[in-house]
């Protein structure tokens, strides 16, 4: 919407500098019908646009909700005006503009060039929550202390614990003072205690059996997924970008209570364990996984490794095709899976029953579902930059930007509380059951959401960050 305003108001701009043509244009408008109903139509015209902007919420905090509001205000004065006047004092009125064309036109295609700008690269306009220190919000709680921005999270079996991937960036939007390693940790969702899950390292058997990994060598994750294998073990995947581009499987283990520190043992009972890794081909690189109990994935590849800053930039605006998702399997390798291209394909999970794959398009604003029996899209939803998937059992969770790709340059390192939102979804029919806009709070740039319920905790909403110090959660019962 904010690219088809950009363009209107620019055709606009070029319109108003040839006055020839823009006399033609409206003496063309005004001839076709009647004062009367011409008044009519821009009173329709400006109510429509006010109507369209204050609908949607905080919208006067965001430049398009806002221009339009002005535009419609503008049109329904005009038609207002029309409407009382008599005819001749208003064609006295269009020759007086006519008379001084320019002066009136160069303000105006200055005033339009300067919107459409505004529009397009800064979406939100409105107050920042404060990250100094680390308070919590009016309706957002934050847990700081994070090293690595937690951008994804999965819950341990027994539901009270969960696994976060320490992110270490990623290019060409990696920040030029973030190192490029992470680390994935471990968390009591009560407590909000945390610290590096401990891993310990075994034969490469869940990979493709050529990936190698150094014990010493330190992780990049990104996504990650959890998931009870066939043979009862429980799999734990992750998307890694350091030292080279993997995909690390481990197997989730329970500490052995005669071996293990007590204390230890009493506040983390869970450990990984290397399984091996899959080594990804030079022209992918990836971005979140979904497990398949029987050891095979599909991940999401974003886009070419080497592509530039600028490249991205324009891709964000067009919206145009970056990327696909793959499937992986130790017999084929890697294959593209049909109908998943799009703009930078960023969450996915793989609902194994029906054999649907929900996919998330970031930068096509969009998340699919693809039938991988038909290969053909059954479903799609419309987000403004949508990131990871969770399936809680029930329904889909996501998070999504509400505002634009360049507003966080107005943000400092340590977190960017820009608006966000979290949605819940119906897997079935993609129907949004419930939704909840966050404004103003000390956390933002959201990249999964994930429901805990257990003994301690009731209805709480965990919410990772790709850039953030902290994490957030909040109360379902929140609206």
């Known amino acids: 919407m904010s690219l088809f305003l950009t363009v209107f108001l620019l055709c606009v701009v070029i319109l108003l500098a040839n006055k020839r043509l823009t006399t033609k244009t409206a003496v063309f408008f005004i001839s076709i019908t009647s004062q009367r109903k011409f008044s009519f139509i821009n009173i329709g015209m400006g109510i429509a646009l006010i109507a369209f902007s204050i609908i949607q919420p905080y919208w006067y905090f965001y430049s398009m909700p806002l221009s339009l509001f002005v535009f419609g205000l503008i049109i329904l004065t005009h038609g207002i005006f029309i409407f009382r006047v008599d005819e001749q004092v208003y064609i006295e009125f269009v020759k007086k503009i006519y008379k001084n064309y320019f002066k009136c036109s160069i303000p105006l295609m200055v005033i339009f060039t300067t919107i459409s700008m505004i529009v397009l690269f800064r979406s939100y306009l409105g107050p920042l929550g404060d990250v100094r220190g680390c308070s919590s919000g009016n309706n957002l709680n934050v847990v700081c202390g994070f090293k690595k921005p937690p951008e994804d999270i999965a819950i341990t079996p027994d539901k009270n614990y969960i696994l976060i991937s320490g992110f270490g960036g990623i290019a060409p939007i990696q920040d030029s003072e973030l190192p490029g390693t992470g680390l994935i940790m471990i968390m009591d969702p009560y407590t909000k205690t945390k610290q590096p899950i401990n891993i ?113 930039i324009i891709k964000s605006i067009t919206r145009g095709d970056t990327g696909y998702v793959l499937r992986w399997d130790n017999l084929i390798g890697f294959s593209e899976v049909a109908e998943s291209r799009g703009g930078q394909p960023n969450g996915v999970f793989y609902e194994q029953e029906l054999e649907i794959l929900h996919v998330v ?108 110090d902290r994490l957030a959660y909040f109360n379902a019962d929140f609206k």
């Open 361 to 468: 398009l970031n930068l096509s604003d969009q998340i699919v579902a693809i039938d991988l029996q038909t290969n053909q899209i059954i479903n799609s939803l419309s987000l403004d930059s949508p990131d990871n998937l969770v399936f809680d059992g029930e329904n889909l969770w996501v998070t999504n930007l509400e505002h634009s790709i360049l507003d966080p340059l107005i943000c400092d390192k340590t977190a960017c509380p820009l608006p966000f939102k979290v949605s819940k979804i119906n897997p079935q029919n993609y129907k949004v059951e419930q939704s909840w806009i966050f404004a103003g709070e000390p956390f933002g740039l959201p990249s999964v959401a994930i429901p805990i319920s257990n003994e301690m905790i009731s209805g709480e909403i965990f919410v990772g960050s790709f850039r953030s």
């Open 200 to 312: 310990s390292f075994e034969e490469n058997t869940w990979g493709d059996g050529i990936c190698s990994r150094d014990p010493e060598a330190e992780f990049n994750p990104h996504g990650i997924d959890l998931v009870k294998r066939d043979d009862g073990k429980f799999q734990f995947g992750v998307i890694n970008h350091w030292p080279d581009e993997t995909i690390e499987m481990f197997e989730l283990v329970e500490k052995d209570s005669n071996q293990e520190n007590n204390e230890e043992l009493e506040l983390f009972p869970w450990k990984l364990v290397w399984r091996g890794c899959v080594s990804v081909p030079d022209t992918n690189y990836l971005n979140d996984l979904s497990l398949a109990t029987d050891g095979s994935l599909f991940a999401t590849h974003m886009y070419p490794r080497d592509m530039t800053i600028s490249e991205f």
